[in-house]
Nanobody, 114 residues
């Protein structure tokens, strides 16, 4: 059974940093492109970042480019999102997603506020 468990969210002041983790199980992690999405209240779910199966290529939404870094550790079946220079506009529930598998976990809340 597929499982994606996000963690690492919390409350931060603007300019702060957080590192999110996503523990994956139930599939061959290294075969899949992985993605981070976020959803703010009243907004559509937004693709934040994507990483290829061995980490060779990464892509980012313009809104986070230069501030966020997606990475993965295939030996640990774990996806990461390092978030720096956080802004209030980054406030959302963050979800990891496997491209090609229709499963969503519970997400982790990130709140950026002074």
């Amino acid at each position: 059974q597929v499982q994606l468990v996000e963690s690492g969210g919390g409350l931060m002041q603007p300019g702060g940093s957080l590192k999110l983790s996503c523990a994956a199980s139930g599939f061959t992690f290294s075969r899949y492109v992985m993605r981070w999405y976020r959803q703010a209240p009243g907004k559509e779910r937004e693709l934040v970042a994507s990483i290829t199966n061995f980490g060779g290529t990464t892509t980012y939404a313009d809104s986070v480019k230069g501030r966020f870094t997606i990475s993965r550790d295939n030996a640990k079946n774990t996806l990461y999102l390092q978030m720096n220079s956080l802004k209030p506009e980054d406030t959302a529930v963050y979800y990891c997603k496997t491209l090609g598998i229709e499963y969503w976990g519970q997400g982790t809340q990130v709140t950026v506020s002074s």
